[in-house]
């Protein structure tokens, strides 16, 4: 586990959050699947299909037998005829609520009733209704090119008509064809159930935006002390994730944790890229940070985990967070600190009553004092005095305020100074004067 400081918070700007969703995703063909989602994300996937054709069919009725004549008599086709019944019956024999006429054709393809020598027709050809044992009623023809495979290569033509027809009565049947389409099947499944079935229309690829499965990650803060935390998770399933703590105050500077997680998952990609997995675990983990990661006495911070998908740019929506206060420095006692105004080097010297202890000063105008910090020098200090002990200025002994560099207008200022020991060890000492320019 390595530290990483939250200076990021100042350099990242916000991600979008990709939605979420539950639904599964199945690609079928010939009702074979094909592939399905699982927690990986998919950008596209393409589906094999037969070469297409433009086979197109006319129908026609007499009173004794239908007419089926395509118009390349060389290719291949089958033709289904069903009626209302028929497609009940078969509904029922695949546990679905009703068929249409394409979708008879496909079940017939499913229940292994497909026989090339039996149902591919070429060129034209006569439907005896005696021979066939068409009786009296309403039925449905459906025809498309076909190979022997059984994969439809053109259009489904579908026709309804009375059979038998009228004694010596001979017409030309309307029939009605589907979008050119090639043969694949979307079905989407919610809880185990397929809710909708995509017919079997062209499709050369399908591109899909699947969020990956939510993780929970049981995040907790233990043996917190002036500056130790122990920071435990714990994730639901095996994944990716990387787990710190940042200052409460940082946490301020994003509106919502999807803006936070985003930012912060974008820090670590750039900063570690291809060795990001050096520094992420995947089980259940652990790690107590002290003083060497950064952790000061009497401070606010949040622990936090975030879930990471390793496989592409993306992640897998979870932040998880616990506050926690690490316990206060005890003062020492004694120590405090007075000031004196050097004229001739326009400086304010600050010196301590006990010259070898740490300490650390800051300097404001007061109009941010004010707006920043409610008017509050302890607070100011108790805020800025962390980022300057990060950054090395932490003194002991006596030491010098240079106003000439420090202030860089006319006005009212403050100094604040208290002991500093990775964290406050006395009280602020302030010192109020009026610089002009």
Known sequence: MRRIYYIFLLLLSAITLQAQTMTQWGFYQQRQLLWQTDTRLIDSITIATPEWTDLTFVVEQTDSCLIITPSDGEQTYMWQLTTNESLAGMAKYVGMEMLTPEMFWQAYIDAKLFVPSLDLERGKIELNYAERYITDGRYTVVIAGCNDSGQRTGKFFTASMRLPARPGKRALTNISTEPAGKESWLIFWQDG???????????????????????????????????????????????????????????????????????????????????????????????????????????????????????????????????????????????????????????????????????????????????????????????????????????????????????????????????????????????????QY
């Not at 944790?257 to 985003?262: K, P």
């Not at 997995?277 to 995947?282: C, E, P, Q, R, T």
């Not at 911070?301 to 929506?317: E, F, L, Q, R, S």
């Open 193 to 435: 159930k397929a809710i909708r079935p995509l017919p079997s229309y062209q499709t050369d690829s399908i591109t899909v935006a699947v969020v990956p499965e939510p993780v929970t990650l049981a995040l907790d803060v233990t043996e917190v002390g002036k500056t130790t935390a122990t920071i435990s998770v714990e994730p639901s399933r095996e994944v990716a994730y990387y787990f710190d703590y940042v200052p409460a105050e940082a946490m301020k500077e994003y509106t919502d944790d999807e803006q936070f997680a985003n930012a912060y998952i974008d820090f670590l990609r750039t900063n570690y890229g291809s060795q990001l997995g050096d520094i992420v675990s995947y089980e259940k983990d652990s790690y107590t940070f002290t003083e060497n990661e950064g952790l000061v006495s009497g401070t606010d911070y949040v622990a936090i985990a975030v879930a990471i998908n390793m496989d592409d740019t993306t992640y897998i929506p979870m932040l998880a967070k616990k506050a926690f206060t690490t316990l206060k420095n005890e003062y020492i006692e004694g120590l405090d600190f007075s000031f004196a105004y050097l004229s001739a080097d326009n400086k304010v010297q600050i010196t301590p009553t006990m010259p070898e202890e740490t300490y650390v000063w800051c300097i404001w105008p007061e109009y941010e004092v004010k707006s920043k910090y409610g008017g509050s020098v302890e607070k100011a200090w108790q805020t800025d005095a962390i980022r300057a002990a990060e950054l090395g200025y932490v003194d002991t002994g006596v030491s010098y305020v240079n106003l000439t560099w420090e202030c860089w207008s006319s006005g009212v200022y403050y100094i604040g100074v208290a002991g500093y020991k990775n964290g406050q060890t006395s009280p602020v000492a302030v010192y109020k004067f009026d610089y």
